[in-house]
């Protein structure tokens, strides 16, 4: 039941505790904490942990047929693009 609290999902924990107090402070701060959180993010989930394979959960499954393969492919898909669609809504609205 408790599968999803892994190092990823505390490290997110931590992350949001830190964006939270940096937003009460000024937009320009705020834009510039949101980007370096962005890179962060990139960095660590693509190169720092195991290649995106949740080993822990997959076992929970036993049919091997390839029911989890196009579910896996969309994680994989948003975990490259959701951290390079936010600079770019950043980079946006710096000047907003």
């Not at 940096?22 to 962060?40: H, Y």
Request: glycine letters at 6%.
């Amino acid at each position: 039941m408790l599968l999803w609290i892994n190092s990823e999902a505390v490290l997110g924990c931590c992350w949001d505790v830190v964006v939270a107090v940096l937003l009460w402070q000024s937009r320009a701060v705020a834009i510039g904490s949101g980007a370096v959180v962005a890179l962060s993010y990139f960095v660590i989930v693509n190169f720092v942990f195991d290649g995106n394979t949740p080993a822990a959960a997959m076992s929970v499954y036993h049919w091997h047929y390839g029911h989890l393969l196009n579910y896996n492919g969309l994680a994989q898909t948003i975990t490259l693009v959701f951290p390079l669609l936010l600079l770019f809504h950043l980079w946006r609205i710096r000047k907003v």
